[in-house]
């Protein structure tokens, strides 16, 4: 992980909350982000201040921590507007609360985890919530360049779905429906808290009473959160413990329809044995036995919201793939989009000072007896087919596209040479290990990879004529093809890209 990734944490405790332990638990917090790579800067201020524009670090994410019950609507209020008025009004905000109950505080904040809370349940959030706004920006910037070009239909913006708690009538895809939580064990006392306590807050609330039947549901049906009952008391059978609760846990995060869906453990205090690899593994919260119904109601629902933006948020990248910009056969955008793209995300990461990387895949048909004879129709099916792979494998935020009938790109934003090279090769590997069908006679396509780091178009001499995106020019370096040594890093051209000199 990105060790530039820097996370500012508040403590805002007033109205005589007790803090004696609390930086001790925010130095935990803080040293957990370390070793996820992540850098933090703590203040223990009493009150959000002025003092927060002196952080050195531009925060990618703040977290706002509280232990005061009595915590005031206006006071969160001001220190959201304080730290939005120093970093922002785009910046996300994790609230770490003592009462999932407060509905009125949980309105204000992008998220919130609420006490007791583990540093690994807090760097999994954050994970989760940085890697949902990395996908906000690549919609919106998309759509800016849908705009530049005119392209055709109809897309939802992101304004409405980003708003706090508000609910949105979206019958295509049902996301507007009552949230839906499965329970997985037996049909315990704490099952019939829980089970009245979201039906009175108008959740659908199913019970499967094993692990077969919770599957069956969970291949069968969309859900907004599973609660697995892991008591570890007598009576409970073996299929309820902790242990169980995380092999289901880790099949879900197996599958990547239930990868988002959350998974909450309910457990009495002795039942959680490694909190540290719970977390790890997929856990998204701990319920403890004998939690005020009402809290336990908060901590769900809180989590449903979250899974149900997410989802939204899918359906909307989802959209993308309608417009005329994008080929139907391979999912791929064209290369005009591509061009007038990667503009503006050098503009976008040049504000951001994060780096942006070019991919670049010449393909090279292999027979593998010389005298036999590519079939034109087999070669451009086992281009689509390969456009297909490449859309397939890369993340939300890359975008790929198809620069002419045998050469393909994809764009990394926040990732450099080094941290594209090995996603890069494993597609070429993943390729080239493919046999295509020439009618009857397999063949086999090798890839040219070429990486470059999207650099300034100042560094390029004036009177030398800009380089196309599919001529960078590149050689062998160290196992994989990297600029020379000896030239500027390769920019695409002013008129391909929309970049000013």
């Given at each position: 992980?990105a060790t530039?990734?820097?996370?500012?944490?508040?403590?805002?405790?007033?109205?005589?909350?007790?803090q004696l332990e609390?930086p001790?638990?925010?130095?935990?917090?803080?040293?957990?982000l370390?070793?996820?790579?992540?850098?933090?800067?703590?203040?223990?201020?009493?009150?959000?201040?002025s003092?927060?524009?002196?952080?050195p670090?531009?925060?990618?994410?703040?977290l706002?921590?509280?232990?005061?019950?009595?915590?005031?609507?206006?006071?969160?209020t001001a220190?959201?507007?304080?730290i939005r008025?120093?970093?922002?009004?785009?910046?996300?905000?994790?609230?770490?609360?003592?009462?999932?109950?407060?509905?009125?505080?949980?309105?204000?904040f992008?998220n919130?985890?609420?006490?007791?809370?583990?540093p690994?349940?807090?760097?999994?959030?954050?994970?989760?919530?940085?890697?949902?706004?990395?996908?906000?920006?690549?919609i919106?910037?998309?759509?800016?360049?849908?705009?530049?070009?005119?392209?055709?239909?109809?897309?939802?913006?992101?304004s409405?779905?980003?708003?706090?708690?508000?609910?949105?009538?979206?019958?295509?895809?049902?996301?507007?429906?009552?949230?839906?939580?499965?329970?997985?064990?037996?049909?315990?006392?704490?099952f019939?808290?829980?089970?009245?306590?979201l039906?009175?807050?108008?959740?659908?609330?199913?019970?499967?009473?094993s692990?077969?039947t919770?599957?069956?549901?969970l291949?069968?049906e969309?859900f907004?959160?599973?609660?697995i009952?892991?008591?570890?008391s007598?009576?409970?059978?073996?299929?309820?413990?902790?242990?169980?609760?995380?092999?289901?846990t880790?099949?879900?995060?197996?599958?990547?329809?239930?990868?988002?869906?959350?998974?909450?453990?309910?457990?009495?205090?002795?039942?959680?044995?490694?909190p540290?690899?719970a977390?790890?593994?997929?856990?998204n919260?701990?319920?403890?036995?004998?939690?005020?119904?009402?809290e336990?109601?908060?901590?769900?629902?809180?989590?449903?919201?979250?899974?149900?933006?997410?989802?939204?948020?899918?359906?909307?990248?989802?959209?993308?793939?309608?417009?005329?910009?994008v080929?139907?056969?391979?999912?791929?955008?064209?290369a005009?989009f591509f061009?007038?793209?990667i503009?503006?995300?050098?503009?976008l990461?040049?504000?951001?000072k994060?780096?942006?990387?070019?991919?670049?895949?010449?393909?090279?048909?292999?027979?593998?007896?010389?005298?036999?004879?590519l079939?034109?129709r087999a070669?451009?099916?086992?281009?689509?087919?390969?456009?297909?792979m490449?859309?397939?494998v890369?993340?939300?935020q890359?975008c790929?596209?198809?620069?002419?009938?045998?050469?393909?790109?994809?764009?990394?934003?926040?990732?450099?040479?080094?941290?594209?090279?090995?996603?890069?090769?494993r597609?070429?590997?993943?390729?080239?290990?493919?046999?295509f069908?020439?009618?009857?006679?397999?063949f086999?396509?090798?890839?040219?990879?070429?990486?470059?780091?999207?650099?300034?178009?100042?560094?390029?001499?004036?009177?030398?004529?800009?380089?196309?995106?599919?001529?960078?020019?590149?050689?062998?370096?160290?196992?994989?093809?990297t600029?020379?040594?000896?030239?500027?890093?390769?920019?695409?051209?002013?008129?391909?890209?929309?970049?000013?000199?």
């Open positions: 992980m530039d990734t820097h996370i500012l944490i508040i403590q805002h405790g007033s109205h005589g909350a007790n609390t001790h638990e925010l130095a935990a917090i803080a040293d957990t370390k070793s996820a790579g992540y850098s933090s800067t703590l203040y223990m201020d009493t009150e959000i201040s003092s927060l524009g002196g952080t670090i531009m925060p990618s994410m703040v706002f921590h509280s232990t005061d019950r009595e915590l005031l609507e206006a006071d969160c220190a959201i507007a304080n008025y120093h970093y922002g009004k785009s910046i996300p905000i994790i609230a770490i609360l003592p009462d999932a109950s407060r509905k009125d505080l949980l309105a204000l992008n919130a985890i609420f006490l007791p809370v583990y690994e349940q807090i760097v999994q959030r954050i994970s989760s919530v940085l890697r949902l706004e990395d996908i906000c920006r690549e919106k910037l998309r759509l800016k360049t849908f705009k530049l070009l005119n392209a055709s239909g109809t897309l939802e913006t992101l409405e779905i980003l708003t706090p708690r508000k609910e949105h009538t979206n019958p295509k895809t049902g996301l507007n429906a009552p949230f839906r939580i499965l329970f997985i064990g037996k049909a315990t006392t704490e019939m808290t829980i089970m009245n306590a039906q009175d807050r108008n959740v659908d609330f199913i019970a499967a009473f692990s077969f919770a599957f069956d549901y291949h069968d969309s907004d959160g599973v609660i009952n892991a008591e570890n007598a009576e409970n059978s073996t299929d309820n413990t902790f242990e169980t609760a995380m092999a289901i880790a099949t879900m995060r197996r599958n990547t329809a239930l990868y988002n869906v959350p998974a909450i453990a309910l457990t009495d205090q002795e039942g959680v044995v490694d540290k690899k977390f790890e593994n997929g856990l919260d701990i319920l403890t036995i004998g939690t005020p119904s009402a336990i109601a908060g901590r769900i629902l809180e989590l449903a919201h979250f899974h149900r933006s997410q989802e939204k948020i899918k359906a909307i990248y989802k959209n993308l793939a309608k417009s005329d910009v080929e139907p056969d391979t999912g791929l955008y064209r005009d061009k007038t793209y503009g503006q995300s050098y503009q990461s040049q504000s951001q994060t780096p942006l990387t070019l991919a670049v895949f010449s393909t090279k048909p292999i027979l593998k007896n010389a005298q036999d004879t079939n034109p070669l451009n099916a086992a281009l689509q087919q390969i456009g297909g490449i859309r397939s890369v993340r939300i890359d790929a596209a198809r620069l002419t009938s045998d050469q393909f790109a994809i764009l990394f934003p926040s990732q450099n040479v080094e941290q594209v090279t090995p996603i890069a090769q597609i070429c590997d993943m390729i080239s290990c493919t046999a069908d020439n009618y009857q006679t397999p086999q396509i090798e890839l040219d990879l070429k990486i470059v780091p999207v650099k300034p178009v100042a560094a390029q001499e004036p009177d030398i004529a800009p380089q196309p995106v599919s001529d960078l020019d590149v050689h062998e370096k160290g196992g994989h093809k600029p020379k040594d000896n030239e500027s890093e390769i920019t695409p051209p002013i008129n391909q890209t929309g970049l000013s000199a």
